[in-house]
Every structure is written in structure tokens, then in C-alpha cells.
């Protein structure tokens, strides 16, 4: 019965967008106002239905994939708050409703770890961890694709219907028709990097200290291993270049795209391709 639950904050960002089409003012507050209300369904299905047990060691993969996808749901309504920016919403509710379904679908199965005792607290931790960074770089790998699209815009001399200026409300923007602040999309960016680094940092090396720990191996040899310290280079180099060298802009926004798409081919290839290099069965 869990699973079924899913479908209803899915089926609520889905219908938000059928809202999102008539071109009156009023709608777009609808609009929002049903985002929101799919994050609170969202939260209370998590909350009030996963027991204790939920988010333990070994747990099922359907569970995982709706966590995922309230973390998600859950750093997009924060920064679009704090940041005044209800735009990043629209791009962000699909993912997650994408994310809902596919843990409405996902067989309710149980990944269960080669570990014992309290190695899966820290198999747990080094999971949420990894989960809370990669949602926010996420996070910049959408922003980063909306610069980049409305840079070109600009430079064509066009402009986005939908965007966001500070003192302009969503609604205002969107019928007025004036483009995106490129300078807060990139403060964004910068602090999704600047964030989600220490939490896929700290995730890293609890997953090779298991990894260690388990199978009595220092070298990083796995092929899962290995891509997500390529993954993690690559922000590395990224935030070094943004924090000491100002990188900013386009340039930036092309390597978080990057570093997305290797997180993206890393989790596939860990977790459905060949799960047994991941300490699985």
C-alpha cells in the first residue's frame, strides 16, 4: 500500500502543469501553491509511513528512491525560498516526479549488503550522504543548464518567457517576459557546489573505508570506486577554480554540467549494471 501513496505528490506536480498553461496571473500562484502542497503530501508520506525501519540496512530499493527524491524536492523548496527563486520549481518538480514513479515501479526488493554489525550504520550514513550531495549538485546541474540555455539567449538577442529577478514576483516575470538573473543563477550554482562537496567528500571515504574494512583492500580498484573519485576530482577542480580563481559563468556551468553526468553514469553502473561491485548481492 506504501507504493501506491507515491503516485499521489507525482500526480500532483504532473497536474500542476496543466495549471502552469492558461496565460492568466492568478494561475501561476496555483501553480506554486500545488507545488508546495505536493512537497507537504511528499513529507507526510515519508514521515508518517516509513517506520524506523524504513532507512535501515538492508532496505528496500523503492524506499531509497522516494528518499532521494524528497531530498531533492526538499534543498529545491529551501533555495528557492531563501533565494527568492520559485522558478527553479519548474524545472525540479519533474525530476522528482520521474523519480516518484520509478520507486512506484521499482520491485519491492531489498538490497542486502555483504556487512554485519556496525558497519551498516556507517554503510547508512556514507548512502544519506552521498544521496544529500548528489541531490545538490543536482540542483546546480539544473541551474547550470538554465544559464547556459538563456546566455545563448541573450547573446542571440532573445529572452525566456520564465525567469526570475529578485523584486519581480514569478507570475510578474513570466508575463512580462524579462530574462533571468544570470548573476543569482551562478551564486546558486556556487553554493550547491560549496554545500554538496563535504557531503559527497565525507560519503567518498566512508564508502572506501567499507570497502577496506570488508573486503581487506586499501587500493581503490573497484570500477565504482574509481569513477567517483573521477567524479569527485572533477568538483574539486571545479570549486578550487570557482573559490581561488573566481571562476565563474559559463565555464562553470558547463563543468557542473559534466560533473552531473558522471554521477548520473556512475550510480547506473553501480547499482543496475553491476551492482556486485558495489558490495551488493
Sequence with gaps: MLKELYLIPAFIYIFSYFIFLPKEKKIYKIFIYLIYAGFVIQSLIFFLF?????????????????????????????????????????????????????????????????????????????????????SLFALAFIVSLIYIFQERKIKNKKNLKILNLESVSLPEAIRSGRRY?????DNINYQCLKIGFPFITVGIVMGIYLSAALFKIVIVAKPI??????????????????????????????????????????????????PSFHGLE
Excluded at 96 to 107: C, Q, R, S, Y
Aim: aromatic share 16%.
Design 50 to 134: 516509513f517506520d524506523i525501519k524504513g532507512l535501515t540496512v538492508p532496505v528496500h530499493i523503492d524506499r531509497f528512491v522516494f528518499f532521494n527524491a524528497w531530498i531533492l524536492m526538499f534543498i529545491a523548496v529551501l533555495f528557492g525560498i531563501f533565494y527568492k527563486v520559485e522558478y527553479i520549481l519548474l524545472f525540479i518538480a519533474p525530476l522528482v516526479a520521474i523519480n516518484l514513479i520509478i520507486g512506484f515501479f521499482v520491485p519491492h526488493v531489498l538490497i542486502k549488503p555483504v556487512i554485519i554489525g556496525a558497519y551498516k550504520t556507517i554503510l547508512l550514513t556514507h548512502i544519506i550522504l552521498i544521496l544529500i550531495g548528489d
Design 181 to 185: 538573473n544570470l548573476e543569482l543563477l
Design 225 to 274: 570506486e574509481i569513477m567517483s573519485l573521477i567524479t569527485w576530482l572533477i568538483y574539486a577542480v571545479l570549486l578550487h577554480e570557482r573559490m581561488a580563481k573566481g571562476l565563474r559563468g559559463k565555464k562553470a556551468a558547463i563543468l557542473s554540467v559534466i560533473g552531473f553526468l558522471f554521477i548520473i553514469f556512475s550510480l547506473s553502473f553501480s547499482f543496475y549494471l553491476f
